[in-house]
């Protein structure tokens, strides 16, 4: 990174970094900044998308089905006309309808095909070495299937939480806080990152501190 190319990211950094100040022209001035540049890379991008992945091959290698999207993309553009305005609806249904499809088919993979095969897991495990076959309980497996098991019971609310059953749920409620904790502990560990990220730019890119 050049010289100039150092003092505008360090000074960029630094507005952004005031909000913890307070609302300041600085920060607003480098948030703008941001969104264009940001609006401008995706303008470039995606035109070189069409271009590159739509068009050449439909001119120069002969792919004739690349039309069909080219066409579906450019009724969005019908928009702008009062009187083709109608046109629009073809590609907001074609659309609609796969982020639809895609999003069902995620969304039951996810939460209930993938779920379902973590937790069925074997609870023995053989280990063969030179010394012979050895066979333990998989801890690991164990767990992760005790926690299931609790936390589903947790949940289980058609019948009082009394004896066995709650006993359970009180285990389950315990996965569940360490779980969140975890995941807010992972959530912090990654911004911090970030920062240090931006700390470590600032005294050895900017201000050559630390060698």
């Known amino acids: 990174m050049t010289l100039v190319g150092v003092w505008i990211a360090a000074l ?20 703008h900044i941001l969104i264009g540049f940001t609006a401008g890379h995706l303008v470039v991008i995606n035109y070189y998308n069409v271009v590159n992945t739509g068009i050449k091959p439909l001119l120069y290698d002969g792919r004739l089905l690349n039309i069909v999207p080219i066409i579906i993309g450019a009724l969005f553009y019908m928009r702008f006309s009062k009187r083709f305005a109608w046109l629009t609806r073809i590609p907001l249904s074609f659309f609609f309808g796969i982020s639809g499809a895609v999003g069902i088919i995620g969304a039951l993979d996810a939460s209930i095909r993938q779920q379902v095969a973590a937790t069925v897991l074997p609870l023995v495990t053989s280990y063969s070495s030179p010394w012979g076959s050895f066979t333990f309980l998989d801890v690991n497996n164990a767990i992760i299937i005790a926690g299931t098991i609790c936390t589903l019971t947790y949940f289980f609310m058609t019948k009082r939480h ?45 201000l050559n501190i630390l060698k």
Do not use: C
């Not at 960029?12 to 948030?31: H, V």
């Not at 996965?175 to 807010?184: D, E, H, K, N, Y």
């Open 12 to 31: 960029l950094t630094l507005a952004i970094g005031s909000l913890l100040w307070k609302q300041n022209p600085a920060f607003r001035l480098a948030e």
């Open 162 to 206: 009394t004896g066995i059953i709650g006993g359970t749920a009180r285990v389950g409620r315990y996965f569940i806080m360490i779980t969140l904790g975890a995941r807010f502990g992972a959530v912090v560990m990654s911004r911090m990152s970030l920062l240090y990220e931006r700390l470590y730019f600032l005294l050895h890119d900017w």
